[in-house]
T-cell receptor, first 112, second 114 residues
Framework: DAKTTQPPSMDCAEGRAANLPCNHS???????VYWYRQIHSQGPQYIIH???NNETNEMASLIITEDRKSSTLILPHATLRDTAVYYC?????????????FGQGTELSVKP | ETGVTQTPRHLVMGMTNKKSLKCEQH?????MYWYKQSAKKPLELMFV???????ENNSVPSRFSPECPNSSHLFLHLHTLQPEDSALYLC?????????????FGQGTRLTVV
C-alpha cells in the first residue's frame, strides 16, 4: 500500500476554510484516496474518497492533482466540532480485503 | 450510530483473566477488521476477515485470538494480557469486491489491563 505524508498539525479559524494537504507520490493506478477523521477517543469517521476526479459531499471536498501524487481535503466552513485528527489513506480496490492503513494524520485545531 | 456496535465499551481485566470483545455490524458488509490504538499513536491493523476467512494477521501475539463466526459478528478473545496491551480496540466493517465501500468503525472498547 502506498504511504502518505501529512503535516502533524494545523490551526484554522472558525468559519474559515480548512485545507488539509496529503502527499501520496507512490500511489498506484488502482488505489483510492480516503479521508477519515477521529475525534478524541472515538472511532474514526469516514469523510470522503476519490480515485482521480474531485469529489464533494455534505462534509467536505476532495481535490486530487492530475498526477494523483497529492490531494487536499477542504472543510469549507470549519466549526469547533471539526477539531480532530484527520487521516489521509490510500486503499487498494478489489478483493484484497480492502484494509485501511493509518498514518500519524494531521491534528486540526479549529479556534474561535 | 455507524451500524457497527462494539461491546463492552470499557473493560478492566487482570493479567490472568480471559475475556472477549464483541463486534456486530448491521450493514450487510463482507469484511471486518480489528485495530488497536495505543495512547497518542495511530491505529494499528491487527486482523482482517474477508468473507469470514482471516486474510491478514499482522504479527499479533497469540494472546489475541480473533473469531469470525459469520459475516455480521467478530470477536477478539483475550488471554493472559500484559499491561502494555491496554489500548482502544476498534472494529470496522466494509464491503470488498470489485468496488470497495468505505469502512465504518465502531466506537471502540477501552481496555485496561491491571
Amino acid at each position: 500500500d502506498a504511504k502518505t505524508t501529512q503535516p502533524p498539525s494545523m490551526d484554522c479559524a472558525e468559519g474559515r476554510a480548512a485545507n488539509l494537504p496529503c502527499n501520496h507520490s507512490t500511489i498506484s493506478g488502482n488505489e483510492y484516496v480516503y479521508w477519515y477523521r477521529q475525534i478524541h477517543s472515538q472511532g474514526p469517521q469516514y469523510i470522503i474518497h476519490g480515485l482521480k476526479n474531485n469529489e464533494t459531499n455534505e462534509m467536505a471536498s476532495l481535490i486530487i492533482t492530475e498526477d494523483r501524487k497529492s490531494s487536499t481535503l477542504i472543510l469549507p466552513h470549519a466549526t469547533l466540532r471539526d477539531t480532530a485528527v484527520y487521516y489521509c489513506i490510500v486503499r487498494v480496490g478489489g478483493n484484497q480485503g480492502g484494509k485501511l492503513i493509518f498514518g500519524q494524520g494531521t491534528e486540526l485545531s479549529v479556534k474561535p | 450510530e455507524t451500524g457497527v456496535t462494539q461491546t463492552p465499551r470499557h473493560l478492566v481485566m487482570g493479567m490472568t483473566n480471559k475475556k472477549s470483545l464483541k463486534c456486530e455490524q448491521h450493514l450487510g458488509h463482507n469484511a471486518m477488521y480489528w485495530y488497536k490504538q495505543s495512547a497518542k499513536k495511530p491505529l494499528e491493523l491487527m486482523f482482517v476477515y474477508s468473507l469470514e476467512e482471516r486474510v491478514e494477521n499482522n504479527s499479533v501475539p497469540s494472546r489475541f485470538s480473533p473469531e469470525c463466526p459469520n459475516s455480521s459478528h467478530l470477536f477478539l478473545h483475550l488471554h493472559t494480557l500484559q499491561p502494555e496491551d491496554s489500548a482502544l480496540y476498534l472494529c470496522a466493517s466494509s464491503q470488498v469486491g470489485r468496488l470497495n465501500t468505505e469502512a465504518f468503525f465502531g466506537q471502540g472498547t477501552r481496555l485496561t489491563v491491571v
